[in-house]
């Protein structure tokens, strides 16, 4: 092969799709909830119930496999937004002791999954959002050990949410 064709040949496909990959990232980050400050993310990491209440933390860890790992996620609480998720990400927000649901979409707001939850007042309460196949993308909402939650969470950025 002379320089001529291998120069018209054009980028190759590893080089396609490691900017794919890169853009998907990007995009992943860019279309997230805003960050929550320094000093609010410290104390949420902190783990202290409100008295009264009971306090709902709901993470999505750094994921793997799939295309549809970069994903951004819309949740609810009770029908009411809480914010929209990437990886690597939490939002904690305080509620009435009681019966509540969590609600995942995406972001045309098509349902993909829920989970009811029962706040025990004084109490932390775990959700973990994960993609129960990530080649179909289907995310799925479960409760989480408290001890492991808190070691993922803590790897997180806090996010602003819109419930509380």
């Given at each position: 092969?002379?320089?001529?064709?291998?120069?018209?040949?054009?980028p190759s496909?590893?080089?396609?799709?490691?900017?794919?990959g890169?853009?998907a990232?990007?995009?992943?980050?860019i279309?997230?909830s805003?960050?929550?400050?320094?000093?609010?993310?410290?104390?949420?990491?902190?783990?202290e119930p409100?008295?009264d209440?009971?306090?709902?933390?709901v993470?999505?860890?750094?994921?793997a496999g799939g295309?549809?790992?970069?994903?951004?996620?819309?949740?609810?609480?009770?029908g009411?937004p809480?914010?929209?998720?990437?990886?690597g990400a939490?939002?904690?927000?305080v509620?009435?002791?009681?019966?509540?649901?969590?609600?995942?979409?995406?972001?045309?707001?098509e349902?993909?999954?829920?989970?009811?939850?029962?706040?025990?007042?004084?109490q932390?309460?775990?959700i973990?959002?994960?993609?129960?196949?990530?080649?179909s993308?289907?995310?799925s909402?479960k409760l989480?050990?408290g001890?492991?939650?808190?070691k993922?969470?803590?790897?997180?950025k806090?996010?602003?949410?819109?419930?509380?």
């Open positions: 092969m002379s320089n001529n064709q291998a120069a018209k040949k054009g496909l590893i080089t396609i799709a490691l900017v794919l890169g853009l990232f990007l995009f992943s980050r279309m997230t805003p960050e929550a400050p320094d000093t609010e993310a410290s104390a949420a990491k902190a783990f409100v008295p209440k009971a306090v709902v933390y993470f999505r860890s750094t994921l295309m549809h790992t970069f994903r951004t996620l819309r949740l609810y609480i009770d009411a809480l914010g929209d998720i990437g990886n939490f939002f904690r927000t509620v009435s002791p009681g019966a509540h649901k969590m609600q995942v979409t995406n972001v045309r707001n349902e993909l999954g829920s989970l009811d939850i029962t706040a025990e007042t004084n932390l309460c775990f973990e959002l994960s993609l129960s196949d990530p080649l993308g289907k995310p909402l989480a050990e001890e492991e939650a808190r993922t969470i803590a790897q997180c806090m996010l602003k949410g819109g419930s509380n």
